[in-house]
Structures are given as C-alpha cells and as structure tokens.
C-alpha cells in the first residue's frame, strides 16, 4: 500500500482507501440497491429495482469513486478541479461508449 500511495504522489495523482469489504460490484451504482453477488461471468446486469443496465467493472469502478468520496460519473466527468493527464505507461479503463467522436 505504501508503494502505491509513493507511486500516485510522484505522478500527481490522488490516492484514496477504501474498505476491503465493499460490495462494488454487488451494488448499483444508479440507485444505490445492493443487488447481491453474480458470477464472474456475468458481465453486463440490470438492476432489479431502478431498471439501470450496468456494466460490471464501469459500476465498480463507479462504487469504488463513490466509496472514496470521489463525485464522478461513469462517463469520466472531472474528479479535481484541473485534469491531470495520465502518465504514457498508465492503463486506462475508460469503455469505447465514453470516448469522444474523432
Ligand atoms: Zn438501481
């Protein structure tokens, strides 16, 4: 942990913890209703109260940013009030549906 903390200090970028017991992939990230575990196979889920269809890691991801007290929005609205621009070896997770027309 203190490596990752070391690591996102020196490109600028924010760290934040959550708990290990979150159920970010348990629970919608639309209305907040946990809607209890699914298998790994199951990669894309409606959610049984508001009718939201999820995409298993984007909801997480969304859960986790959520949990962290982060304000951000599936589609990568701003987390800091200026952008830090990833780092070229830096993975990114962002779906094809949010990226930008060319
Ligand atoms: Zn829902």
Redesign the pocket.
Known sequence: MAMLEYKAELYGRGFHRIGRLEPSSQV?S????KDGPKPLRVRVWQ?Q????WLDRDINAAVNVANAAGLAVTACGAQVRPEPVPAQRGEAGTRSKSCRKPA
Request: charged share 20%; hydrophobic share 30%.
């Open positions: 919608c639309a209305c907040g209703v959610c109260e508001c009718r939201a």
